[in-house]
Nanobody, 124 residues
Framework: QVQLEESGGGLVQAGGSLRLSCAAS??????VGWFRQAPGKEREFVAK????????DYGDSAKGRFTISRDNAVNTVYLHLNSLKPEDTAVYYC???????????????????WGQGTQVTVSS
């Protein structure tokens, strides 16, 4: 089965940007989602993208600041984080969605094959 590996996290000042990558071990035509989890909080939906990148969906915290994209030639999904705020500090995870894009709701239990996560820390 496919394995996912996130990278690109780090420490950034408020207002800064990062690009996170989610690399798959082999080609997948599945919907891929990004979630994040801060200490003591539940895993929160950030964004998802369908198999060819033609459809995207964003959580409220991501709208207008984050952009999800994918490059199937290199089996990678990206999450571009802009205008970062301290409250964006969390571990960011990617995962494979179960089923068609429009049938996958924004909850973690609808996703499988989670990566190990990458830490994003935003300083004020």
């Amino acid at each position: 089965q496919v394995q996912l590996e996130e990278s690109g996290g780090g420490l950034v000042q408020a207002g800064g940007s990062l690009r996170l990558s989610c690399a798959a071990s082999r080609r997948t035509f599945s919907t891929v989602g990004w979630f994040r989890q801060a200490p003591g909080k539940e895993r929160e939906f950030v964004a998802k993208i369908n198999w060819d990148g033609g459809n995207t969906d964003y959580g409220d915290s991501a709208k207008g600041r984050f952009t999800i994209s994918r490059d199937n030639a290199v089996n990678t999904v990206y999450l571009h984080l802009n205008s970062l705020k301290p409250e964006d500090t969390a571990v960011y995870y990617c995962a494979i969605g179960r089923g068609p894009f429009y049938a996958i709701s924004r909850i973690a239990s609808n996703f499988d094959l989670w990566g190990q996560g990458t830490q994003v820390t935003v300083s004020s």
